[in-house]
């Protein structure tokens, strides 16, 4: 078991704010079923939830993190029962995590918190949030007040996703410029 | 063609402030060159083996006489000299700075261009017909159903990471000349029984190292769904293509492996959840983007011209020119003329800024100002007058983007491949001019009549090796370069995956290679059969038989051991 401060910070609602969550990820030799889970606020693997679930419930809080294999439907009956909901990034540039963000908020009604943990920098923030997520556990090692002007670098999008439920076409009047 | 609005305008100019940010701090160490790669692909940036090559979109295949000038701008402010026509429709140059990046990008937007998305695991720039909308079979013009594709699909924010890159390609006329057969997705625009407009949707489609056909998963979707469809797609690749191995990532290996019927069934299923949705498009929108692609101001014209005629009668060159070169036109009096970016000695679809600048003005003085590129690598100037063909013969003539080879043999796709590529196994700009020379008659290649030649330095199959009636691939073999050939691929209608002959040759011996195979097409052709006909009929065995039957001088004299296979 490897209990990781993500990082004392995250950026949630496009602020930087403590946090006091951990991620409990297991390690080799640990087991689903046996791994010793720590008091306070854990986010658990999908696994863990399926295996300790009847400990788990008797928690005041307990937030749960999906791989990014997993599909957002094996959570769909038991989202009332997270404080939160994380989905893992093992590397940036795997992007199934942005299809499961979109599951959840759009098919599922997911609506409390949505965290992008792992592989979390700057440059992939704003198509996060496009997707869902509205919180990010930036990679420690970056500077998360840095990373926090990625939510911010385009200012129109054309295509609908959870943030944005009209495309331009429909939102806006749009017109040629005078042809020179 | 298609003008930004302000929208358009923002969000590129957003681009160019995020991506100079982005070298920035690169620059600065920031972020290393692993955080750095992903980012500079999705803006058409690579590292290639002497310099960082930069591919500049360009939608659909269509220019303006201003885009084409920054391009002459570009090559000589930022290249050295000359860009590099692409087989997705758009211009790379290869000498660029990563310094000067954004400095360049912010100069293209000046004149409504970028390159978001021409590189990296996203939806690539849609590519079409670059007869749109001149075509004489055409059915509808396919280009407001990619500039509505081009917006959808720019910084999608679901599909930026995708397993492997995708492309998309539109054809709307009888004839595909947009090779939609190997995209991950084509589409026709066709119309039903009842006359609506809707599109035939083809997914898993591909060259590189599993050349597939693509498989029909929708016979009819009526034109307003495009866009919730196109998603429906994306989002079943997204969450169940293969990340494990880049070679088996790309959409045709999971369509393959679950089999076109049951991938349509996930899409359909996926595609119930958003169908009519706000996604769906209005007649509105799509009314806002065809206005652009309405036809110039034709002239009323007599289909015939007497000097023209006289002309064509009395110049055997301008003749040969006319029958290659020049193609049929929906408007009487008018024809699109193919401007051949393939002379013999000069590397295929390169071309300089002196040729961009002429090739400006000319559009500007007889094709209302509009360039388009063809995934073939050469220019068109769609609307030009048949009574100005003589002039515009001439002058295209005298800068060397004349040659009257369009579909024929030394008409060759070929990617830079190793003189420029760093993912190349072998060079292929050297064997496409040693064959362009060895068969410089032009009246050698008329006989030959139309053929399609096309080399890739590697798997990747950028020079769209599969689908050449004669294919030529680069192979890497105890570190030296080797070819190998493959025959009866082609593309269009009746596209086919070519098979290759035998064992790879060497550099050396590829002009005799092609030497052989064209003499058994001439021996056994009959009257109205082209290369591709022949070796349909024939079969693969009569023309390998041949080539193999008797050693091939490398070129290098060292007796007989030097004579391999």
Known sequence: MERTPVSTNIIKNRNVVADDWSVLRLNEGDSADSVSIPAGRVIVPFSVWTAQRAQLLERAEIGVWLSSDAQADVVKDDLARFSLIAVDFPKFTDGRGYSIAYNLRTRLGYNGELRAIGDVLRDQLFYMQRVGFNAFAVRADKDINDALKGLTDFSEKYQTSWDEKTPLFRRVQRQALAQD | ?565
């Open chain 2, 1 to 565: 063609m298609y003008r930004y609005d302000q929208y358009d305008h923002l969000i590129v100019k957003e681009r160019v402030a995020q991506y100079r940010d982005q070298v920035r701090r690169r620059l600065a160490d920031e972020l290393t060159e692993e955080e750095f790669l992903p980012l500079r692909l999705q803006n058409g940036l690579y590292m290639q083996r002497h310099a960082y090559m930069l591919r500049i979109a360009v939608p659909y295949g269509m220019l303006s006489s201003p885009q084409v000038r920054m391009f002459a701008h570009i090559a000589r402010k930022y290249d050295r000299g000359y860009g590099h026509l692409t087989t997705r429709q758009n211009i790379q140059f290869n000498w660029i700075n990563l310094e000067q990046s954004p400095d360049i990008l912010a100069e293209l937007a000046t004149v409504e261009m970028h390159a978001i998305q021409t590189s990296g695991n996203c939806i690539r720039n849609t590519t079409s017909d670059e007869l749109a909308g001149v075509a004489a079979d055409e059915i509808i013009d396919p280009r407001p159903y990619a500039e509505i594709i081009r917006e959808w699909s720019t910084f999608h924010p679901e599909f930026a990471f995708l397993p492997r890159k995708f492309k998309i390609a539109i054809s709307g006329a009888e004839q595909d000349r947009a090779a939609t057969a190997v995209h991950d997705i084509g589409l026709h625009v066709v119309k039903n029984a009842e006359g609506e407009v809707g599109f035939r949707v083809l997914v898993g489609g591909g060259m590189g190292r599993t050349p597939i056909i693509g498989s029909v998963i929708r016979e009819f979707l009526p034109w307003q769904h495009a866009l919730t469809y196109l998603e429906a797609i994306l989002r079943v690749y997204n969450q169940h293509g293969r990340r494990d191995n880049k070679y088996k990532a790309r959409i045709k290996i999971l369509v393959k492996a679950l089999s076109a019927e049951e991938f349509a069934r996930q899409v359909e299923a996926e595609w119930l959840d958003i169908k009519d949705g706000p996604a769906t498009l209005t007649a509105e929108e799509l009314q806002r983007i065809a206005q652009y692609f309405t036809p110039p101001p034709y002239e009323t014209l007599p289909a015939g011209d007497a000097a023209f005629e006289a002309h064509k009668a009395d110049n055997k060159a301008f003749a040969n020119w006319l029958k290659r070169n020049v193609k049929a036109h929906k408007v009487s009096g008018y024809a699109a003329v193919i401007l051949s970016v393939k002379k013999t000695g000069v590397p295929p679809g390169d071309i300089t800024a002196a040729q961009l600048d002429f090739v400006a003005d000319l559009a500007d003085q007889h094709s209302f100002g509009e360039v388009r590129v063809t995934h073939e690598q050469n220019l068109v100037l769609a609307d030009v007058k048949i009574s100005e063909l003589f002039a515009v013969w001439q002058a295209v003539k005298a800068q060397g983007l004349a040659t009257p080879n369009i579909g024929l043999l030394t008409d060759i796709i070929c990617c830079p491949g190793g003189d420029f590529c760093s993912l190349a196994n072998a060079k292929s700009i050297p064997i496409a001019q040693a064959i362009a020379e060895k068969f410089d008659n032009l009246d050698f290649q008329h006989d030959i009549g139309d053929i399609e030649l096309n080399i890739s330095g590697c798997i990747n199959a950028c020079g769209h090796h599969h689908v050449g009636n004669i294919g030529i691939l680069g192979v890497d073999k105890d570190g030296s370069e080797w070819y190998q050939v493959s025959i009866g691929g082609a593309q269009g209608n009746s596209t086919s995956i070519g098979k290759i002959i035998g064992p790879s040759f060497s550099a050396q011996q590829m002009p005799v290679v092609i030497e052989r195979l064209l003499s058994v097409y001439v021996q056994q052709r009959t009257e109205e059969e082209l290369f591709i006909d022949t070796v349909q009929r024939l079969g693969i065995t009569p023309f390998k038989e041949f080539v193999y039957a008797s050693p091939i001088p490398t070129g290098y004299t060292h007796g007989e051991d030097a004579c391999v296979y």
